[in-house]
């Protein structure tokens, strides 16, 4: 699992989200048109469709351009980044539910991710830290995306309390699907 670029085919997320076609209709509803496409005969409006789409069934969260997966200016291992540890849970967790929250928590817990910017501008990420929509001198966010996936290591060789290498963290891998890699070919 990883950050999978690709053009967003409908059958594609209407097979995974089941969606797709009432988002459709009330895209068409707001602006007049398929698809929320305007022109310039057509007043702006605001089309209130969601910027992240979340499949947790198919451990899959769909976005325009990218998005983090831990906040860019602590360690990976840091407490405060939310795959760095398991969640915490009322209730006896299975592996489902585990999966589900950390998805959750990577949309909520990282500031960045939380800003419609971020989500429908990112490239990259630069060594302070910052999220850019410039790819000089950064590292694409999809790299840095697919080496925190690349170190999850669910529940494999650990008992309660065990501390994880810095090597892998305590989660579940999934992934983000992403319109257009926005300039990188």
């Keep these: 699992m990883g950050a999978v670029c690709g053009v967003w085919q409908p059958v594609i997320i209407q097979t995974l989200l089941g969606s797709l076609e009432r988002l459709q209709t009330l895209s068409e509803k707001k602006s007049g048109h398929p698809r929320g496409i305007q022109n310039e005969k057509t007043p702006s409006r605001k089309i209130e469709l969601p910027l992240v789409l979340h499949s947790p069934a198919g451990h899959r969260v769909f976005v325009h351009a990218g998005l983090l997966s831990s906040h860019p200016k602590f360690q990976a291992s840091d ?7 398991w969640p915490t849970m009322d209730d006896q967790p299975d592996i ?73 963290f305590p989660c579940y891998p999934f992934t983000v699907v992403y319109e257009h890699p926005s300039g990188r070919g």
Excluded at 79 to 85: A, E, K
Excluded at 104 to 130: C, H, M, Q
Excluded at 141 to 152: A, E, V, Y
Aim: aromatic share 8%; hydrophobic share 25%.
């Design 96 to 168: 489902t539910k585990l999966r589900n929250q950390q998805e959750l928590a990577v949309l909520t817990e990282i500031p960045e991710n939380r800003y419609p910017w971020t989500v429908t501008n990112i490239k990259s990420v630069t060594d302070k830290g910052f999220v850019s929509p410039s790819r000089r001198k950064a590292t694409p966010w999809s790299q840095l995306w697919n080496d925190t996936m690349s170190k999850c290591s669910g529940n494999s060789g650990t008992n309660a309390g065990e501390a994880y290498q810095p090597t892998s």
């Design 79 to 85: 407490p405060r980044q939310p795959l760095s540890h």
